[in-house]
């Protein structure tokens, strides 16, 4: 049994004690008439504790006696550090970044009975047996290949020409001939979620149903497209295309190296247009769709966007559920959401870049956007099994090691 259901079973033993009503009596060791709301919120170069403290601001302004308390992460995710709060019988009331699965879904509160909810994006995406436990504020891409005008320019290579692996491939070959690292990667989670942008874009175009195939046994990684990705992830690494040593880089680092131009390419989800945008360099940096040797452009790797769940063990049910109602439907703090993390939603326009205007057009000529949640959401832990194997190519393993172990630990945990 794995550690999220060791939590979800503890959880569901524990008797908890009467929630408040929102703004009401009795906050979490609050004064009489004040409730502190603690919320878990994911801390990025993009959404710093200035800007999550800016924004509940303008909450708590709108209602007097209502506090809201940031939980940091840390240098921990925040599913992380949920986990690390339940296990000490502290839980929080909202939780930021973390994504309800059919195995920890008990831990929070069923959203399907408020109106509201029902109007926030990817809504029936992210159903679980039927019900609703997550909300978010917009929607966001990944499959997005950034790159570097000048050092295109110096290598020759035509951004626009770049459509199959061989192209992709050919143009590292004269990024590094130039003298650039052709492709930025960094440690902590971005090595495994920078190939989860690559490849779910060629392997899930193809075939959608994937996922759901490996769940009932009928492929494996080992045997699929997903092999051809490991293949090509270690002969990057033994050509140089990938710097080994970028592994000891943390998140803000390996962007940051991209933005000063050491680097010429960077896959990365669409919220990094925020980041190249404060940096000055927007202009200077151009975006394509990851290459795939299947359809192109492929679906585009993509989920919801600033998600909310309430904690099932709050003792302020109510107000925190009037939080995130704000959170996901309030005009002001949509803008303000969407804007700070680049993400898209539906009727709500913001003032963008070029390089914003480029990610916009991606999306609109993607077939689809591939989102993998309800049946075609993966075993619980697979985001953080998979940035293990591949980080362990960057220290000697090979690509049949990656598919090996990924689907020895796959089957394990059924």
Not at 146 to 162: Q, W
Not at 250 to 275: C, E, N, T
Not at 331 to 343: F, R, S, V, W, Y
Not at 392 to 400: N, R, V
Request: aromatic share 10%.
């Amino acid at each position: 049994m794995n550690r999220w259901r060791l939590l979800a079973a503890a959880a569901t033993a524990l008797v908890l004690s009467a929630t408040t009503a929102c703004g009401g009596a009795g906050g979490t060791g609050g004064e009489p008439g004040k409730t502190t709301l603690r919320m878990i919120v994911n801390i990025t170069p993009n959404l710093t504790e200035q800007f999550w403290t800016g924004l509940f601001d303008l909450y708590e302004a709108k209602n007097p006696g209502v506090t809201v308390q940031l939980e940091l992460t840390g240098t921990i995710e925040a599913e992380a550090k949920l986990r690390q709060d339940l296990a000490a019988g502290d839980p929080p009331d909202i939780a930021q970044h973390v994504v309800p699965t059919p195995e920890t879904a008990e831990l929070f509160v069923d959203l399907s009975g408020e109106a509201w909810a029902a109007k926030t994006p990817l809504y029936e995406e992210y159903a679980i047996g039927g019900k609703h436990y997550v909300v978010g504020v917009g929607e966001q891409i990944q499959s997005l290949v950034f790159y570097n005008k000048k050092a295109f320019a110096e290598a020759g290579v035509d951004a626009t020409k770049i459509r199959t692996i061989a192209q992709f491939e050919e143009a590292m070959g004269k990024l590094k001939k130039a003298g650039y690292v052709p492709l930025q990667t960094a440690g902590q989670w971005v090595t495994g979620a920078q190939f989860t942008m690559l490849a779910d874009a060629g392997v899930l175009t193809a075939d959608p149903e994937w996922t759901v195939k490996r769940k009932k046994g009928q492929t494996t990684f080992a045997g699929s497209g997903y092999m051809r990705y490991y293949q090509l992830y270690e002969s990057w690494l033994d050509k140089g295309f990938i710097d080994k040593s970028s592994l000891g880089l943390q998140y803000p680092d390996g962007q940051a190296a991209f933005l000063k131009g050491d680097s010429a390419m960077y896959i990365m989800g669409s919220y990094f247009v925020p980041a190249a945008d404060d940096a000055g360099k927007s202009d200077d940096i151009g975006v394509f769709p990851v290459p795939s040797d299947g359809a192109y452009p492929p679906g585009q790797f993509g989920n919801m966007a600033q998600p909310y769940t309430v904690v099932g063990q709050s003792e302020n049910r109510e107000a925190a559920i009037d939080l995130v109602e704000w959170l996901v439907t309030d005009e002001e703090a949509i803008k303000i959401q969407l804007a700070a993390d680049g993400n898209l939603r539906k009727g709500f326009a913001y003032d963008v870049s070029s390089l914003g205007d480029g990610v916009q057009a991606i999306l609109d000529e993607a077939p689809f956007v591939i989102v993998k949640q309800g049946e075609r959401q993966p075993v619980q832990g697979y985001a953080e099994e998979l940035n293990t194997r591949i980080q362990s190519l960057f220290t000697g393993s090979s690509a049949g090691d990656v598919a090996t172990k990924l689907d020895q630990w796959w089957d394990s945990q059924g």
